[in-house]
């Protein structure tokens, strides 16, 4: 079985930045061999792809939305990415999720929510204007 667990989401205001985490485990299976992203749903809309991270960590993905705002970065070592949002605004608003392709190849880091397998319960943020 595979956990997820992210934080970091807080009530800020327009223009701050906040990083996100997410920290994996599971008995038989590590975050070195995964893809993982993070998505998120805002209130009253369906979740929506933000930025995918290969598992060699070379390779990253984002939506147009949030692309030169976003970074997703990840530490094998500590079985956990991570989501660094900078300039944020009202419209980033969300419950912020990440999610796993527990067994992925290099390269690979899909916007594509039915390719992630496990998710985490999500953590909120705000942004202010």
């Known amino acids: 079985q595979v956990r997820l667990v992210e934080s970091g989401g807080r009530l800020v205001q327009a223009g701050d930045s906040l990083r996100l985490s997410c920290v994996a485990s599971?008995?038989?299976?590590?975050?070195?061999?995964?893809?993982v992203g993070w998505f998120r749903q805002a209130p009253g809309k369906e979740r929506e792809f933000v930025a995918a991270?290969?598992?060699?960590?070379?390779?990253?993905n984002y939506a147009a939305s949030v692309k030169g705002r976003f970074t997703v970065s990840r530490n094998n070592a500590e079985n956990s990415a991570y989501l660094q949002m900078n300039s944020l605004k009202p419209e980033d608003t969300a419950v912020y999720y990440c999610?796993?392709?527990?067994?992925?190849?290099?390269?690979?880091?899909?916007?594509?929510?039915?390719?992630?397998?496990?998710w985490g319960q999500g953590t909120r943020v705000t942004v202010s204007s």
């Open positions: 991270i290969d598992k060699s960590g070379w390779s990253s």
């Open positions: 999610a796993v392709v527990i067994y992925s190849t290099t390269g690979y880091a899909p916007a594509r929510q039915t390719d992630y397998a496990y």
């Open positions: 599971g008995r038989t299976w590590s975050i070195t061999s995964a893809a």
